[in-house]
């Protein structure tokens, strides 16, 4: 395979997951009754769709559209049965979608890296997902939290510490900080 190749085959599967994020939110608010998770899911979701059409766009731009390697393929089918099933508790289904959130954010930062090692060219076409990849890692920060309250409730059947979704949105607020000083 070709470098190009390469990395149409990872931008490939960057979107079938970014898909696979999509759908896992949806199912999540629809078993959330927590308002704020919800709120917080709706906004992931909000984001993550634009996501899906920036990275759509890359793809579209790069003029090398491939599948999705088998493995990918396979991989999201399980994700699909596991955060549609009855099996994972709700709070396993949050950490799933945490690991998620972390898998795309890194495979979206090594895209760019490989991007900004081949050429110039290939550095332009994929410098648009340095945002999908900053917005991913404020989003893990807010998982972390439902994962704090989801986790709390669930292990212990008691309500966390609210005091804690003020630090959450300190960090968030510091990434998008970082996000606009390195898009500027």
């Known amino acids: 395979m070709t470098n190009a190749t390469n990395l149409a085959t990872k931008l490939a599967d960057l979107e079938l997951f970014q898909n696979i994020l999509l759908e896992s939110e949806q199912n999540l608010i629809a078993q959330t009754d927590d308002k704020t998770i919800c709120e917080r899911l709706e906004g992931m979701i909000e984001s ?10 890359v793809i579209s ?28 508790t709700l709070y396993d289904k949050y950490l799933q979608l945490e ?37 991913n890692r404020a989003h893990q920060e807010i998982l972390k939290g439902v994962l704090y309250f989801v986790g709390t409730r669930e292990l212990a059947g008691k309500e966390p510490d609210m005091g804690l979704w003020g ?14 000083s390195a898009v500027s």
């Open 99 to 135: 690991l998620l959130k972390h898998q795309q954010t890194m495979t979206g930062l090594v895209i760019h890296k490989v991007a900004q090692s081949l050429d110039d060219e290939l550095q332009d076409l994929v410098e648009p997902l340095n945002r999908v990849n900053f917005e």
């Open 48 to 57: 993550d769709r634009e996501n899906l059409s920036t990275i759509k766009a």
């Open 61 to 88: 731009r790069s003029g090398n559209v491939v599948e999705p390697r088998d493995i990918t393929q396979q991989h999201a089918q399980k994700v699909r049965q596991m955060m549609g099933g009855s099996e994972l």
């Open 167 to 180: 630090s959450i949105e300190q960090g968030i607020a510091a990434l998008k900080g970082a996000l606009g």
